[in-house]
Nanobody
Framework: QVQLVESGGGLVQAGGSLRLSCAAS????????MGWFRQAPGKEREFVAA????????VYADSVKGRFTISVGSAKNTVYLQMNSLKPEDTAIYYC???????????????????WGQGTQVTVSS
């Protein structure tokens, strides 16, 4: 069983920065993807960024590319999302997820991910 716990959310002014963390515990898989998704009130959950755990290959949504950076800690049990130049439209609950049965291409759909954290709220004020 895999447990994912997000942290680092909060209230920040437009143009500011936050770093989200996702701590993973439980069984470790040699082939998996770690992803970040977000969901604003009344909106569907959308893909933000993902990384192939072992290789380090990354994929970003167009809306965050150049502003957000996903990375894996040296201990290989934590994934980060560094968010810079935040905008009010970035306001959402951010979720960490793990795909333990990744396809040849990195997963960008929520249905591809088996494990999810509880989410952490990010609010960007104008």
């Amino acid at each position: 069983q895999v447990q994912l716990v997000e942290s680092g959310g909060g209230l920040v002014q437009a143009g500011g920065s936050l770093r989200l963390s996702c701590a993973a515990s439980g069984r470790t898989f040699s082939r998996c993807d770690m992803g970040w998704f977000r969901q604003a009130p009344g909106k569907e959950r959308e893909f933000v960024a993902a990384i192939r755990w072992i290789i380090g290959y990354t994929v970003y949504a167009d809306s965050v590319k150049g502003r957000f950076t996903i990375s894996v800690g040296s201990a290989k049990n934590t994934v980060y999302l560094q968010m810079n130049s935040l905008k009010p439209e970035d306001t959402a609950i951010y979720y960490c997820a793990q795909d333990v049965n990744s396809s040849p291409t990195i997963g960008t759909e929520e249905t591809e991910y088996e494990y999810w954290g509880q989410g952490t709220q990010v609010t960007v004020s104008s």
